[in-house]
């Protein structure tokens, strides 16, 4: 895939003015740019490489037809690279809104970071910025997403230098701590609206899932070939697990009565024991057929809403 280059970066990579670049192809010493706008043209490092030899040749005192001719082979590559050129540079510039505005949410939180920020930052005009994303809370969500894919290359590749259930946790767990905290603001703001939320809450929830597959692969690859399927969803039971570390996390935050390695050492102690009943180290499919009954009973009613108490 061919690098897109505005006039602007074109110069800066070359040193060759534009006026010099305008002449050099009316001269057909190199290929046309791609227009996307009347003021507007896409360039390729097919015009870069050709420039730096246009330069070599000049220096060996060749003139503008010798170097024409030198260079014609190459000149019919650079024509025949049809690459759309203005959806790759669209491309390059969603992306890079989106690694500067997840920065910026992570660092300073939903209501600190300003749009303004960003495309200052960017250096893109507000037309631009919206073209991609039309909404502040659309930016989140997708924002959220890329957290989220960032997260797993930061630890995937430390969980790949061990087969220990428990060190392969932890590393988790300390990418999961960010993840909670910015999932929860996310999910909180994204349902706080209207209109577009369905959209933006399933951004988020495509995002978790990314999460979720990885516990319940952890999951599946624990249980015993020879025990029959679990009685629950490794879903949800997966969803239970993250859910536990965000609430435990919650609590951590009220006081100084438990620290940071209290909340880790609760959460492994919790995830090992759920991993003991996915390889058959302890039996709870039998408890929980006991109170099957039960279970549909309690699923069946209304929520309890309890009375007043006086005083």
Request: aromatic share 8%.
């Given at each position: 895939m061919a690098e897109v280059l505005t006039i602007?970066?074109?110069?800066?990579?070359?040193?060759?003015p534009r006026s010099k670049i305008?002449?050099?192809?009316?001269?057909?010493?190199?290929?046309a740019p791609q227009k996307t706008a009347a003021s507007r043209a896409l360039y390729t490092d097919h015009h870069a490489r050709l420039l730096e030899e246009i330069g070599r040749l000049k220096q060996r005192?060749?003139?503008?037809?010798?170097?024409?001719?030198?260079?014609?082979?190459?000149?019919?590559?650079?024509?025949?690279?049809?690459?759309?050129?203005?959806?790759?540079?669209?491309?390059r510039i969603r992306k890079a809104i989106l690694r500067v505005a997840t920065e910026e949410f992570v660092t300073k939180g939903y209501e600190k970071t300003r749009v303004a920020d960003i495309i200052r930052r960017l250096g893109i005009t507000p037309q631009v910025f919206y073209s991609h994303f039309p909404s502040k809370r659309r930016l989140?969500?997708?924002?959220?997403?890329t957290f989220i894919s960032w997260n797993l290359a930061y630890v995937e590749p430390k969980l790949a230098q061990t087969a220990d259930v428990g060190e392969r946790l932890l590393w988790r767990v300390l990418a999961d701590f960010r993840a909670n905290g910015f999932g929860s603001e996310v999910l909180a703001l994204v349902r706080s609206g209207d209109g577009d939320d369905r959209e933006l809450v399933?951004?988020?929830?495509r995002a978790w899932e990314q999460v979720i597959t990885i516990i319940v692969d952890d999951l599946v690859q624990s249980r015993?070939?020879?025990?029959?399927?679990?009685?629950?969803?490794?879903?949800?039971?997966?969803?239970?697990?993250?859910?536990a570390l965000h609430?435990?996390?919650l609590r951590v935050s009220w006081d100084e009565t438990y620290t940071r390695v209290d909340l880790v050492r609760t959460h492994l102690w919790l995830y090992l024991a759920v991993m003991a009943a996915?390889?058959?180290?302890?039996?709870?499919?039998?408890?929980?057929?006991?109170?099957?009954?039960?279970?549909?009973?309690?699923?069946?009613?209304?929520?309890v809403t309890p009375p007043a108490v006086e005083g």
């Amino acid at each position: 895939m061919a690098e897109v280059l505005t006039i602007s970066a074109l110069e800066r990579r070359t040193g060759v003015p534009r006026s010099k670049i305008h002449f050099y192809i009316r001269e057909g010493l190199l290929p046309a740019p791609q227009k996307t706008a009347a003021s507007r043209a896409l360039y390729t490092d097919h015009h870069a490489r050709l420039l730096e030899e246009i330069g070599r040749l000049k220096q060996r005192g060749l003139s503008l037809a010798q170097i024409r001719a030198q260079l014609a082979s190459q000149l019919a590559e650079a024509k025949m690279d049809e690459s759309d050129l203005a959806a790759q540079e669209s491309e390059r510039i969603r992306k890079a809104i989106l690694r500067v505005a997840t920065e910026e949410f992570v660092t300073k939180g939903y209501e600190k970071t300003r749009v303004a920020d960003i495309i200052r930052r960017l250096g893109i005009t507000p037309q631009v910025f919206y073209s991609h994303f039309p909404s502040k809370r659309r930016l989140l969500a997708e924002s959220f997403r890329t957290f989220i894919s960032w997260n797993l290359a930061y630890v995937e590749p430390k969980l790949a230098q061990t087969a220990d259930v428990g060190e392969r946790l932890l590393w988790r767990v300390l990418a999961d701590f960010r993840a909670n905290g910015f999932g929860s603001e996310v999910l909180a703001l994204v349902r706080s609206g209207d209109g577009d939320d369905r959209e933006l809450v399933r951004l988020v929830e495509r995002a978790w899932e990314q999460v979720i597959t990885i516990i319940v692969d952890d999951l599946v690859q624990s249980r015993s070939p020879d025990l029959p399927p679990p009685r629950v969803s490794l879903e949800l039971l997966a969803y239970s697990l993250i859910g536990a570390l965000h609430n435990s996390s919650l609590r951590v935050s009220w006081d100084e009565t438990y620290t940071r390695v209290d909340l880790v050492r609760t959460h492994l102690w919790l995830y090992l024991a759920v991993m003991a009943a996915m390889s058959g180290e302890v039996d709870i499919d039998s408890r929980i057929a006991r109170y099957e009954e039960l279970i549909r009973e309690v699923a069946a009613r209304e929520p309890v809403t309890p009375p007043a108490v006086e005083g």
